[in-house]
């Protein structure tokens, strides 16, 4: 039987796309009335106890119990146009990057951000991809990838996140996607560009989940069509970031990394094996692969260390 040839991508807005902050110049207060979280009265106790004791008003209100912490950080993100997942989100909590923007793991990927921009995305047109590898399992490639394209949304980088791991795929569970169709379906020619979901409560981000599980997903990533639509992809999206298996199980991370031209390797403290790990980096530069930085997890899916490495 024939395979029916791969749709061809055009350029259309495939993410919620920024937008100014419609909270600018609007307090605290007024963004949480209007909002239905807090009611006039008790908006404007907090008013009087702020200029009785001289504090900010979500200090204020939190002493009175009358906000909370959640809401506090709702208001913000409001205010600066900082997209922000609430606690009542059906996104997984593993998507600390919007859940917990100002917290310390969060803030090691904004660094290993930075020096991605420096070391790839910045340094020329077609530089849009970005494989995110390990040697074994359990190191939390997935966890990485989705929040670091999260981090690269929130700078308002319209991102893309893919599921390349056709094997045991987790994208679509964090982002509560279901299963629906994804890259399987778009390389064996069965979908086009609606395998492709923006992600309505973070703007800028969209995720292309793994799809279907294959037969035969080294195939499907070792044909030129993968790299066509990575290319396609790159007219409507500046980041791609892409997940992948862990290289011990297949050869998948390998072709995936190949097809992005660079990598992101990530290890676990206190699991990853050195020389397994030694053997999988040499590798991937005897296929020409850029290895732009690393991070090293010491909790799985947790938090963890991020940093860029030579």
């Given amino acids: 039987m024939n395979r029916a040839p791969p749709q061809t991508i055009r350029s259309v807005p495939l993410t919620v796309p920024s937008k100014p902050a419609t909270g600018a110049g609007r307090s605290i207060g007024t963004i949480l009335v209007d909002s239905g979280r807090l009611s006039p009265p008790d908006a404007q106790r907090i008013l009087d106890f702020q200029r ?3 504090v900010r008003f979500g200090d204020a209100g939190i002493a009175l119990r009358l906000i909370s912490d959640d809401d506090v950080r ?3 993100s409001i205010q600066f146009g900082y997209p922000y997942l609430a606690r009542g989100s059906t996104l997984s909590r593993e998507l600390v990057a919007a859940y917990q923007p100002g917290s310390r793991p ?5 660094e ?3 020096q991605l921009m420096l ?3 910045d340094t020329g047109a077609d530089r849009r991809g970005l494989a995110i590898v390990s040697a074994g399992a359990g190191d939390g490639r997935s966890y990485i990838a989705a929040n670091l394209a999260i981090v690269f949304s929130q700078l308002g980088e319209r991102t893309l996140l893919v599921d390349a791991d056709m094997r045991a795929p987790r994208q679509h569970h964090l982002f509560n996607l279901g299963r629906t169709a994804g890259l399987s379906d778009m390389l064996a020619g069965r ?3 609606e395998a492709v979901v923006g992600i309505e409560t973070l703007q800028d981000l969209s995720v292309l989940p793994a799809g279907a599980i294959p037969p035969n997903p080294q195939e499907l990533l070792g044909r030129q069509d993968f790299s066509k639509l990575l290319q396609s ?3 409507d999206f500046s980041v791609i970031i892409i997940d992948t298996p862990p290289a011990s199980k297949c050869a998948d991370a390998h072709t995936v990394a190949v097809r992005a031209g660079a990598a992101l390797v990530v290890a676990r403290q206190d699991r990853s094996s050195v020389p397994q790990l030694a053997r999988f980096t040499n590798g991937l ?6 290895l732009v930085g690393s991070v090293l997890n010491d909790v799985k899916f947790a938090s963890g260390s991020a940093s860029a490495a030579n």
């Fill in 52 to 54: 009785e004791r001289g």
């Fill in 74 to 76: 709702y208001a913000l």
């Fill in 106 to 110: 969060v803030e090691q990927l904004r």
């Fill in 112 to 114: 290993l951000r930075s």
């Fill in 119 to 121: 070391r790839w995305f």
């Fill in 191 to 193: 979908a086009g560009l």
């Fill in 233 to 235: 992809l790159g007219e």
């Fill in 285 to 290: 530069r005897e296929f020409g692969v850029a």
